[in-house]
C-alpha cells in the first residue's frame, strides 16, 4: 500500500511523464511542417516512449492500492526556433526529468517504501540512457554546424539513433 506522500510524488511524475510526451509531439509537428521528416519520426517516437514511462506509472500505483491521477496538462510550445535549439531543449529536458525521478527516489526512503524504490529504478536507469542519448545527439549537432548536406544526413539517419546505440556514427 502506498503512502498518501509517495502516492502524490507518483502522481506528480505522472503528470510530467505526460507533458513530456507533450513537449516531444509539439517537436515532432514542428519538424514535421518544417520538412526535417526524420527528425519528427524520431520526436514521435520519443513521445510515445514518455506516453509508455506514464502508463507505467500508472499502472503501478493502481496495482499498490493508490489511485492514479489524469491530470490536465500545460501546454508545449509551438515553435522551436531551430533543430539545434529543439534538441538543446530536449536535452535539457531530460535533466529535469532525471532530477524530479530522483527526488522520487528520495521520497520513497523517506517513506522506507522499497518495493517503490525498487520500481523506480527502472526510471534512473532509463534517465541515464536517455541523457547520454540527448548529449551524443548534441554532440552530432555541434559537427554539423550549418552545413546543409550534414543537417540532410542527420535528418536521414536520427530514425535510427536510439539509447542502446547513440554512440555509432549517424552521418555516414
Ligand atoms: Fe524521457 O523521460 Fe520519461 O522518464
Known sequence: MLTKNMEKALNGQIRLEAESSQVYLSMASWAEVKGLEGISLFMYGHSDEERMHMLKLIKYVNERGGHAHISDL??????????????QELYEHEIFVSKSINELVHVSLEEKDYATHNFLQWYVAEQIEEEALARNILDKINLIGNDKGGLYLFDRDVQQITAGNADSNTTE
Do not use: R, V, Y
Open 74 to 87: 500545460k501546454a508545449p510550445d509551438k515553435d522551436f526556433g531551430s533543430f539545434q535549439k529543439m534538441f
